[in-house]
């Protein structure tokens, strides 16, 4: 029989709170664990290695004895740091790491090196296929109900095809913010959820309290999909801001992505501008706000403590 997630990572629920730009963060993961979940940051969210490597000795002083907490890495040609943040991240210590774009097989080998598992996100078999071959320890199904850069299929779907053609496990993201669909995703066989957007309003969250708040004011079908963060698909709050500049990309956009020799460069450069939209938007109250969220805020009706957000989905008292 399959594992889930509670016996590979050593925890006492099959939840990951899922890694956010500069909504995750050390206090969130801290509480995560002492309720026995999982917790994951994306390394982007630190600035230097040094703030990296601070924010791994912290919680490797926190940790409990059935919690874990993990780092996102991007590994593609977006995020020069890259190599940094995983020489770092095995260096110091960490239960495990998500990767997300570009091909995982360096992580999964200095990774495991070191005993630390691999989760990678996938949208898709094809992907999935590649990463099982590389050795990843679990799959991170990202359904087109998920919050940020999410996949195109339904959750039922892709679970169900993952489970039936993979042999490792497969953890759901997209789609879960309370109880009822926590068990649903459970009883299609998944080994975990991956769950980010409801903790985007938790008490300690790293956003301002506008962008919180937005999340508690506006609901599923305020939810829309723009390129104009990364030039991925990514969703967002319908704001009057988004909505005045538009989701589309623009003609010239379009047109230096179509060159090869120029499209590394650009996705590089769109990545950049992106991240620092997304910045300025969770950490200062303008009217050029876009914030990044998914449908489950729906769910969202306060701003609450971490632990709370955990005992609603997992129905917990």
């Not at 790491?97 to 080998?109: A, F, H, M, N, Y």
């Not at 590389?134 to 991170?140: E, F, H, T, V």
């Not at 459970?186 to 991956?194: E, F, I, N, Q």
């Not at 980010?196 to 506008?210: K, L, M, Q």
Request: glycine content about 8%; charged content about 20%.
């Amino acid at each position: 029989m399959m594992k889930d997630i509670t016996e590979i990572l050593n925890i006492k629920y099959p939840l990951i709170m899922a890694p956010m730009f500069l909504v995750s963060n050390t206090a969130m993961v801290i509480e995560g664990m002492k309720m026995g979940v999982a917790g994951c940051i994306p390394a982007l969210n630190y600035r230097t290695i040094e703030e990296l490597v601070a924010a791994i000795e912290e919680l490797k002083q926190a940790k409990t004895d059935n919690g874990a907490f993990g780092f996102n890495l991007i590994v593609n040609k977006s995020n020069p740091k890259f190599p940094a943040q995983l020489d770092a991240i095995c260096e110091h210590g960490a239960d495990f790491i998500i990767t997300s774009l570009g091909k995982p097989d360096e992580v999964i080998r200095k990774a495991h090196a070191k005993g630390i598992k691999v989760f990678c996100d996938v949208t898709n078999l094809s992907y999935a296929k590649k990463v099982e071959e590389l050795g990843a320890d679990a799959l991170i199904a990202v359904n087109n109900q998920a919050g940020g850069h999410r996949g195109n299929i339904d959750p039922e779907v892709l679970i169900t095809e993952l489970k039936t053609n993979c042999n490792i496990p497969v953890i759901s993201a997209g789609g879960v913010g309370n109880y009822e669909q926590y068990q649903h995703v459970m009883s299609l066989g998944a080994a975990g959820v991956s769950v980010g957007s409801p903790f985007i309003a938790s008490v300690e969250s790293g956003v301002n309290e506008e962008y919180k708040q937005a999340c508690v004011d506006y609901g599923q079908e305020d939810i829309v999909m723009t390129q104009k963060i990364s030039g991925t698909p990514c969703t967002v709050i319908n704001t009057p801001y988004v909505q005045k500049i538009g989701t589309e990309t623009t003609w010239l956009e379009d047109f230096l992505n179509r060159y090869k020799s120029l499209k590394k460069y650009v996705k590089m450069l769109r990545f950049m501008k992106g991240t620092n939209a997304v910045t300025k938007a969770a950490t200062q109250a303008t009217y050029k706000t876009v914030w990044v969220a998914g449908p489950t805020i729906e769910e969202t009706k306060a701003i609450e403590p971490t632990q709370d957000i955990v005992k609603r989905i997992l129905g917990l008292s």
